[in-house]
Structures are given as structure tokens and as C-alpha cells.
């Protein structure tokens, strides 16, 4: 059972590169459909249907799916190797996979909510909260790439630095936005 690890391993990472694509660009569209909401009554039909479709066959063709096959190549990698669970990297990361799992569970309910209009998001909040994606992510390539050799002092300063980044981007991209 050993050698099928590197398969495994493959791909469990294609299906995470697939969950992580899903997760931006839905709310990237929870973005759009938020902002037709501004849009004047027959456009804001239109776009809402459209992006209630787009939205559906994100989540539930590629999304969804590409989050279960993720958990489930990322069992048999341990299952395979469950001396991968006696190391602390490993907990840091299945800890920012459950956080991961509770976004995608989270993004499930604004879809619904956008698809019934009882969304009270507003695009910004959006913004803000589709770089928490990009936070995990990065916490979870650096945490299985370095493993052991980040030091935790450096790994949480470079964790709150790219954060703080973000943040700063995405208040000059508002400013831009706006004149």
C-alpha cells in the first residue's frame, strides 16, 4: 500500500489546487452578484439569474466535489503513512484544513442566501473575506514545504505580514476603485 503514497500525494494536490481555485473565484462571483444588486431592475434580474447559475455549477460541480476528494486523498496519504500523524507541521495543517472546511461550509451558506436575497454581505466584506482563503493557503504551503525548519516567531510573523499585505491592498484597490 506504501507505493500508492505518491499517487495519493498527487492527487491530493490536484484536487487541492481545484477546492482553492473554487473557493476564489466563487466569491469572486458572490462579489458581482452582491454589486448587481446596485444595478437597475431588468439588468439586476438578468445578472442575479446568471450568477445564481454560475454560482450553482462552481459549487456543486467543481467546488464541492474537489473538497472530498481533497479530504479523501489527503486520508489514504495518511492512512498510508500515519506516521505523518505523530509530527506537529501535520497538526498546524489539519488544524488550517478544518478551518478551511468550515470556510467552504460558510460559503455554502452565502451562496444559498445570495441565491434567496437575504444576504446581508456587502462587496467589501467580501473582499475581506476571500483573502482568508489566501491566508490558509499560504499558511498551508509554507507549513508543509518547510515543515520543521520555519521557525514558529518567523512563521507567525510572515503569516500576519502577508496578512497585513492583503489588507492594504485591498484598501488601495477600494481607493482606486472609487476616483
Known sequence: MAEYYTIFKSLHIIFVVSWFAGLFYIVRLFIYHTEANQKPETERKVLQEQFNMMQWRLWYIITTPAMILTVVFGTLMLCVQPGLLQLPWMHIKLTFVGI?????????GMLNKLKNGSSRWTSMHLRLWNELATLILVAIVFLVTMRSSLSWVGGVIGFFG????????????????KS
Open 100 to 108: 478551511l472546511l468550515v470556510y467552504h461550509f460558510i460559503c455554502q
Open 162 to 177: 502577508v496578512g497585513i499585505a492583503l489588507m492594504i491592498g485591498i484598501r488601495l484597490y477600494k481607493k482606486l476603485r
